[in-house]
């Protein structure tokens, strides 16, 4: 059971747009930044958002990030095929000092 | 441009050890901090352990606390991560992924993975 809780996929036709929930408590999400890494099939984990909404350089602004309390969501919109890939949200507990992920959510563009 | 490689994954009996490396470049290794992160088959993403840029402080997931040992050394540019009474449920592809000065901050890049799988 992971310390973060995320919906274990999402679906959304091309060009619509999704979001992706990410719940935590007040030792982790509620109060550090919360980033977010796109795992493409058979590749290595990508940072796609950190700091809560900021975007890497090379991200494309259809991904955004936001937080609220011991919350934060992941948008994405004019979804691509492409962007079909598993999502996870991360974090530092401060109670665990410990880095916690969410248990990934499954994107499927149909 | 930032690169990091593992090596030292393989087959390995229970309660034997396995030492992974990562190898990096492109960037100033020392003023990072680095993690360990894997992935068991089929599974989510499982932090490991982090590593502070001078290497005087570490941190532990609890499933691996006591077992694994994170290290660094600067002058070559290398990660690694000691893994000592291994049991199946440490079999997944292990990850090392560059942090930042603040140790809980996100990863920015990683490696291609390295897989480690412990039967008999």
């Known amino acids: 059971q992971s310390v973060l809780t995320q919906p274990p996929s999402v679906s959304a036709a091309p060009g619509q747009k999704v979001t992706i929930s990410c719940s935590g408590s007040s030792s982790n999400i509620g109060n550090n930044y919360v980033s977010w890494y796109q795992q493409l099939p058979g590749t290595a984990p990508k940072l796609l958002i950190y700091?809560?909404?900021r975007r890497p350089s090379g991200i494309p602004d259809r991904f955004s990030g936001s937080k609220s309390g011991t919350s934060a969501t992941l948008g994405i919109t004019g979804l691509q095929t492409g962007d079909e890939a598993d999502y996870y949200c991360g974090t530092w507990d401060s109670s665990l000092s410990a880095w916690v992920f969410g248990g990934g959510t499954k994107l499927t563009v149909l | 441009q930032v690169q990091l490689v593992e090596s030292g994954g393989g087959v390995v009996q229970p309660g034997r050890s396995l030492r992974l490396s990562c190898a990096v470049s492109g960037f100033t290794f020392s003023n990072y901090g680095m993690h360990w992160v894997r992935q068991a088959p089929g599974k989510g993403l499982e932090w490991v352990a982090v590593i502070s840029y001078d290497g005087r402080n570490k941190y532990y997931a609890d499933s691996v606390k006591g077992r694994f040992t994170i290290s660094r050394d600067n002058s070559k540019n290398t990660l690694d991560l000691q893994m000592n009474s291994l049991r199946a449920e440490d079999t997944a592809v292990y990850y090392c992924?560059?942090?930042?000065?603040?140790?809980?901050?996100?990863?920015?890049?990683w490696g291609q993975g390295t897989l480690v799988t412990v039967s008999s």
């Open positions: 700091e809560n909404n």
């Open positions: 992924a560059k942090g930042q000065w603040l140790l809980a901050s996100y990863f920015d890049y």
